[in-house]
């Protein structure tokens, strides 16, 4: 069974990535969109420089083209699906720690969800 990519959604139906996503230009996000494809093909085994472990089973894509770099903060659950909790443009050298916060809150409500 292959992996899937799945997107948090909020109490109101919202998908907050899928709303990142229609607010970039269509160039970068078919790159977004070949990034979910090779995390999909190569699952866990996909590393640097496609993916970065960060904390707490927190995952990070990476994505940069010549206007910018971007991630995706993601963690895998059970089911073989990954779920992309936020994406962001990325301005500073370390991953800013309120995005990782947002991650852990919307992971734990998924998995209070269950």
Do not use: C
Request: a positive charge.
């Amino acid at each position: 069974m292959q992996w899937t990519i799945n997107y948090y959604t909020d109490e109101t139906g919202k998908q907050p990535v899928k709303e990142w996503l229609k607010n970039l230009d269509e160039k970068l996000r078919l790159k977004v969109y070949r990034s979910f494809e090779l995390l999909e093909e190569f699952n866990l085994n996909l590393k640097a420089p496609y993916v970065k472990p960060l904390e707490d089973k927190l995952y990070e894509l990476r994505i940069k083209d010549q206007k910018g770099i971007y991630r995706v903060i993601y963690f895998a659950h059970t089911g073989k699906e990954f779920i992309m909790l936020n994406g962001f443009t990325k301005k500073t050298q370390k991953t800013p720690k309120n995005e990782i916060e947002l991650a852990k809150i919307r992971m734990k409500k998924v998995l209070n969800n269950e």
